[in-house]
């Protein structure tokens, strides 16, 4: 589902198979980096299920999934600045994509709002940042594998 919806925003676009194809690639590269545990494909998978539940009340769609795929693909455990790297490193696809300036913006103001999570005047940013912490809300397995997944990454 999670490489099917980027396809399907992509060609939304106007991107061609070829360049997709080399976007989603980039994506599992980053997400599948040998240092990750959490922040992993199967972190964005959980949100896209997520965030579809509610897609109803979401008011910008392919902002809140550009946001997904790119919030957190820089990820060291020892930098301060994954948010900003991620949210630059967005900000330089979509414009290749052709993205609209505003949605752009917007992406990178969600993907900043990840580094606190305070609450925020737009409902789909608090939307994102909502789902994005779901996992400590879960059961007590699922909160486990979290933990010790997080401590893995950090374990540097």
């Not at 589902?1 to 925003?9: G, N, Q, S, Y």
Request: glycine fraction near 2%.
């Amino acid at each position: 589902m999670l490489r099917e919806t980027f396809i399907k925003l992509l060609t939304n676009y106007g991107a061609d198979p070829r360049r997709i194809h080399e976007l989603w690639t980039e994506i599992e590269q980053h997400y599948a980096d040998k240092n990750r545990y959490y922040h992993t494909l199967q972190h964005l998978n959980d949100l896209l299920t997520q965030l579809t539940a509610i897609k109803g009340a979401i008011q910008d769609w392919d902002t809140i999934l550009f946001t997904l795929y790119y919030h957190d693909i820089i990820y060291t455990a020892t930098a301060t600045d994954n948010e900003e790297q991620s949210a630059e490193f967005a900000e330089k696809r979509l414009k290749q994509l052709a993205v609209p300036v505003d949605k752009i913006a917007r992406c990178k103001q969600q993907i900043l709002a990840t580094k606190s999570h305070v609450p925020s005047t737009d409902s789909d940013t608090n939307y994102f940042t909502d789902a994005d912490l779901t996992v400590l809300g879960q059961d007590w397995e699922s909160y486990a594998a979290y933990f010790k997944y997080i401590r893995k990454e950090y374990a540097i």
